[in-house]
């Protein structure tokens, strides 16, 4: 089955003079294949899949493609004529956490929003909703049949993916918040074990993103439901934080169904215990797999191969190897610095004296709150010490945590504004088709989702010549294989260039994957921090996460960092022997 899908974002039939329609070898046959409506229209039936059109699209706003030859069922819904196609749903399970796993763009969040009752399906025809019989033939023989049918006695409760949005949605304070919707009584704990109480009497418009997402969470579990489906829960919380909504979770789910969709394949073990991977093209078309136990599951999206389906999702399966240390006779100090403290409204932070080596990627991290972006504005100039400092300029470009989108311009003109020539052939290949910025060139930055806009502030970021690149929190918003693309393009820019950079993160994948050496902050969150000095990334790993009280270990297959269950038998072996962070596969 062929699939043509017009971005009507993108398409601007007033500057391209409908070159798209004229390319077609149909339409010149006078078959209109493509027509031009307010927007291009693309007449699947006729189109012959040459992709003239593709081609011929200045603003990438067309997508033809093929499904898989298994594909041979009826969609369950479409958003418009040649918009997006989503085929099967997941199925909620009793008792169960199941998790969502697949890139940005391919029905995740539509499929939650399904199931929630939501959105109503369609089944592939725009403008219309399905009847409950269409949905019962659809899903004859399956649970799903069943749960469309008792959809209506059930209630659902649906954790949005943008917690950016509640404060325009709720004016007033936290607990005016969530004391409307404790239904189950059980806001004061969670409150507690997610260490929002700092936060009930203020006003929600004025949290951080990670208070945001914790009230979100809070308020999603505290309501009395029979499912609950949460979008993106580990975004802008730290790896304790992640590890507490995680175990908040699996309790939640003892007598209901939970869903879960998230890209940090740590969190996502160690909640989950079903995964559905999607597939397909992001924006074009998205599919649904079977159920799998959660490792096999996310071995399976990682091999990039669906057995059942025989559909190959990418080319190459990804594996995740540890980096040899360096030797010490190459190892050369770029700069250092002296032991630095720095008072910030009631914060006081002590970082060690320590030093960065040259051609390194120095991974940092720690819980929110202990002054790792303060270190970072240090580091780059944008704050004063109060003592000490490093001991010599450097040329710095920087990243920031959070990223505002008020360029008026596209995002061909932000990253002209660094580069003298964005479509040079060395540009293009080392940042722009990496972080999948051709087809958000011509678009508006102020327009764009929080994932686009930080592959956007990424690439202006590596688009700077520096001695230093530091990078604040890359991978929020980005899917799995978007953060390890990022992880590959920060490399072999500091490989090319000869420079070095810093990274903070809280996905411990990205950061096993992508850093030399490691530095961990430790302390009490909002009140003290203490930067110890960078050190060997096994050492400030296990710093790290015997911190937080965590311990992990490498899968055999794919070599990934994999978070044991609390108590288990692995657990209680590693903490034993002080190793919580394993280098090795075991």
Request: with cysteine.
């Amino acid at each position: 089955m062929r699939i043509a899908v017009v971005d009507k974002e993108r398409c601007k039939p007033e500057k391209c003079n409908f070159e798209c329609g004229r390319a077609c070898p149909v339409n010149r046959k006078g078959e209109e294949c493509i027509v031009l409506k307010d927007k291009a229209v693309i007449n699947e039936d006729l189109c012959i899949a040459c992709k003239l059109c593709v081609k011929a699209c200045p603003f990438g706003a067309i997508s033809i493609v093929r499904t898989p030859e298994q594909l041979k069922e009826k969609p369950i819904h479409r958003f418009s004529e040649n918009g997006f196609l989503l085929y099967r749903l997941p199925l909620p399970e009793k008792g169960v956490v199941v998790g969502l796993l697949g890139p940005n763009g391919v029905g995740k969040s539509t499929s939650l929003k399904i199931l929630s009752g939501e959105l109503k399906p369609n089944l592939g025809e725009p403008g219309k909703e399905a009847t409950p019989e269409e949905l019962s033939h659809q899903f004859r023989g399956s649970e799903l049949q069943r749960y469309f049918h008792e959809m209506e006695e059930k209630r659902s409760v649906y954790k949005p993916q943008s917690v950016e949005m509640i404060p325009r949605l709720f004016k007033g304070t936290v607990r005016e918040l969530l004391e409307k919707v404790d239904e189950r009584g059980v806001m004061e704990e969670i409150v507690k074990r997610l260490g929002i109480g700092h936060t009930l009497e203020r006003e929600v418009g004025k949290l951080s993103g990670g208070e945001l997402q914790r009230v979100a969470v809070t308020a999603a579990l505290s309501k009395d439901a029979d499912i609950y489906y949460i979008d993106e829960p580990s975004s802008y919380l730290d790896v304790s934080q992640r590890i507490e909504m995680g175990k908040l979770i699996r309790e939640v789910s003892g007598e209901r169904c939970v869903m879960v969709v998230d890209h940090d394949l740590a969190t996502l073990d160690f909640l989950a215990d079903r995964i559905h991977i999607f597939y397909g093209v992001p924006g074009v078309y998205g599919v649904v797999s079977k159920p799998y136990a959660v490792g096999v599951g996310i071995n399976t999206f990682l091999d990039g191969y669906i057995k059942e389906d025989n559909v190959r999702i990418r080319p190459e399966p990804i594996r995740f190897e540890v980096l040899a240390p360096a030797d010490e006779r190459s190892l050369q100090r770029f700069l250092g610095f002296t032991e630095i403290e720095k008072k910030l409204d009631g914060f006081k932070l002590l970082v060690e004296e320590g030093e960065i080596i040259s051609g390194e990627i120095l991974g940092v991290f720690g819980a929110n709150a202990l002054g790792k972006t303060t270190f970072a504005k240090i580091l780059a100039g944008l704050v004063k010490p109060d003592k000490g400092g490093v001991e010599r300029e450097v040329k710095i470009s920087y990243k920031p945590q959070y990223i505002e989108s008020n360029f008026e311009g596209t995002v061909l003109e932000l990253l002209g504004s660094v580069v003298s020539n964005p479509y040079s052939t060395d540009y293009m290949h080392t940042i722009i088709k990496p972080l999948q910025l051709e087809r958000l060139l011509e678009n508006r930055v102020r327009n764009l989702s929080g994932g686009e806009l930080q592959r956007v502030a990424i690439a202006l970021c590596l688009s700077r010549e520096a001695d230093l690149y530091l990078l604040d929190e890359p991978s929020a918003h980005l899917d799995v294989e978007q953060r390890l693309e990022v992880a590959k393009t920060i490399q072999r820019v500091v490989s090319q260039r000869e420079t070095q950079a810093l990274v903070i993160d809280h996905d411990i994948l990205f950061l096993d994957h992508i850093s030399n050496r490691g530095m961990v902050f430790v302390g009490e969150p909002g009140k003290r921090g203490k930067a110890l000095s960078p050190r060997e990334l096994e050492e400030s790993f296990n710093i790290f996460l015997k911190d937080v009280n965590i311990t992990f270990r490498r899968d055999p297959q794919s070599g990934r960092p994999r978070a044991n269950k609390p108590g288990s038998v692995k657990d209680r072996e590693q903490k034993e022997k002080g190793q919580y962070y394993y280098v090795t596969s075991s």
